[in-house]
């Protein structure tokens, strides 16, 4: 078998030559392979790697703040850069606490389950004691917090979905509210094994399924046969399910027995869905002046869904919006009705498209997982808030119907993401960035977040450490060799981490005095216990290591979602307060929270085509995952860098939008709000809709630092709009934006995400 790793987008066989890796080649059990990670073997990824621990000249001198992104970094000598993270570490500690260190992470440096930067940064931070972290995520904020009330936590969920093999053979129609993005489903947290989505939609198409794709962009779903496209306004899709709602009882096509039997709370939601509560009936012709949609094709759409074996999907996308949590809710609803949930092909799906966990076969177990130990800090905050946080110390917050207050942050240490990719609002994050004394970074390469630190300690890459690979529910376990010497002084997170522990007296406490190696020992060995209980047999580490990989087998019946408990709603309760499905929920109506009530209700977003505002800035910006990336990982490739437009990321627009700003294909072009604006190359294309710009996101932070709020490179998120999406959740809305666009200056700035930061000798 040939050596194989891991990375995000899923396994691939490294060539080798005089000991090192010089080419990846997909995995033969891949039946689509992402092509993304390819490339990370890449020289224009190579020469942005950092070498050598560095200090921002700035705060070597005198730790000053402000100089951040901007200033000069010193290299210096490993131990040297430890002493002076170390120093700053404990100084806040014993002036301010442990409620004064910020330590944020994303997850997303390393598909290796040892070396996963976000467990082992929490583990150090925890072994010193402890710190304020983050909670849910940008990608699922506003459902992490609303599902679990009104059916199950989300991790619950995703691993449960119904699997393509059961949509192929059952499902008659599949009603999408922002596609199935097989983009997005190249990627799972281990690593991807056998990428399904493309496979299992055409596999649906051929047996009969047809499709309703709902979404400003027709290219989210690609069947390989027709589908029908229903364009509708962004941020508006929770009217348009209310109103389905409302033609299936209307009409009577609604689903009693389940309704009384395995949900809670429909009285309520009834008496707002007729407009006995409010005196606003949710019909289709009310909902077509808000969404866009026909109302005879919502009402033929409802008759539709109750009349064949139907499947209704949403996109993550959808609750990452201004009251984001309103179409998540609906959807439930909108399904619990069609009385179609636990039914083999039937009920809802949260997010097929997202990540290649949901619709997979294999048997579940959890994989190797470093413990992250005891956390004494009880500060926290919902990971979209950190720019509140470092603005408004001390100032009371809401989350999940309590009330709690933002700490006084004097230190972050950050390893493993990129906060100038996924935040919103970047100017106002920069400004924010000051707030802290001291900023350490562990990186990788010379990314955005490591211009902005002030101690930036180098981390090798998935190829140049072993490690194992694993995903929840994939196909494989694989093991992963060290392919590539570390390049310049690169050490692995472990290393550096236990190095700091050491200076702080907790060497033993991070440690227990194992090395990197016999970690890895130990966590397979406790995961191949795990896995024998679910019915899944793993060969010992050492054969692991020998054969390369190990098969997982799917169980002899693939998972339909919520099986059990349509079967049995007693013996099988959900882990709600009734054990049911909540349509109203209680415990939400007792937070008496304005913007979130009981029950699914439609909201109008602070900002959207039907907005007073939309007449300055009249297109509705969709800042998507890109296709040739994940997030800002590996921007600097030869994939990501073809799909740009004149070195800057592609703008979608419709050819009318175009056309009545006098644009044309290949431009390079100014996209503005009232917060900053980003230069774009355009991408005339049919594929959005009218009133709509799509820039998709992950192009590295880089503003002209001049004072006009300019970047350069195309990042969406300096446009969009740094608010939670309720009081409930606090998630990130990034998807309500609106913007306008110009044609740029004759000659605009050039692009410098990509350039080596100025490097001062080491002293």
Known sequence: MAILTVSHWGAYEVEMAGGEAVALHPFRNDPDPSPIGLHMLAPELDRLRIRRPAIRKGWLEGRARTGRGREPFVEVSWDQAIDLAAGELRRVIEAHGNRAIFGGSYGWSSAGRFHHAQSQVHRFLNSIGGYVRSTDSYSLGAARVLMPHIVAPMDELMAQHTAWEVLAEHTRLLVTFGGVPAKNAQISQGGAMEHRIPGGLRRMAEGGCRFVNISPTRDDLDTGAAFEWVPIRPNTDAALMLALCWVLQAEGLHDEAFLSTHCIGFDHFLAYLTGAADGQPKTPAWAASITGVPASRIEALAREMAATRTMLNIAWSLQRAHHGEQPFWALVTLAAMLGQIGLPGGGFGLGYGATNLMGSPNARFSGPTLPQGHNPVRDFIPVARIADMLLKPGTPFSYNGATHTYPDIRLIYWAGGNPFHHHQDLNRLMQAWEAPETVVVNEQFWTPA??????????????????????????????????????????????IFAAL????????????????????????????????????????????????????????????????????????????????????????????IPDCPGHPVWRAPAEWLGA?????????????????????????????????????????????????????????????????????????????????????????FDPALDGTGLERHGNPNVLTLDIGASGLSQGCIAQTCLVEVEPAPAEPPAVRAHELPVLLPMR
């Open 501 to 592: 522990a050491e200076r702080l007296g907790a060497g033993a406490r991070f440690t227990e005095g194992r090395d990197a190696g016999e970690w890895l020992r130990h966590l397979y060995g406790e995961s191949r216990q795990r896995a024998a209980r679910a019915g899944v047999t793993l060969p010992d580490w050492d054969s692991l290591r020998q054969a390369g990989l190990a098969a997982i087998a799917p169980p002899a019946s693939p998972p339909v979602f919520l099986a059990d408990f349509r079967r049995d709603p007693e013996a099988h309760p959900l882990p709600t307060p009734s054990g049911r499905i909540e349509i109203f929920s209680d415990a939400i109506a007792g937070f008496d």
């Open 450 to 495: 490591a211009r902005m630190a002030d101690i930036v300690l180098p981390a090798t890459t998935t190829l140049e450490r072993e490690d194992v690979g694993y995903a929840n529910r994939e196909s494989h376990i694989i093991h992963m060799p060290a392919v590539k010497r570390a390049a310049g002084e690169a050490r692995d997170d472990y290393a």
């Open 612 to 700: 007073p505002s939309a007449d300055r800035h009249p297109l509705h910006l969709l800042s998507d995952q890109p296709v040739t990336r994940l997030h800002s990982q590996l921007d600097p490739s030869p994939l990501s860098m073809a799909d740009k437009v004149a070195g800057r990321a592609p703008l979608s627009l419709h050819p009318d939008d175009a056309a009545a700003r006098g644009l044309t294909d290949g431009q390079v072009v100014r996209v503005f709000n009232d917060r900053g604006a980003c230069l774009a190359g355009v991408r005339v294309t049919d594929a959005v809709m009218p009133g709509v710009a799509r820039l998709s996101t992950g192009a590295w």
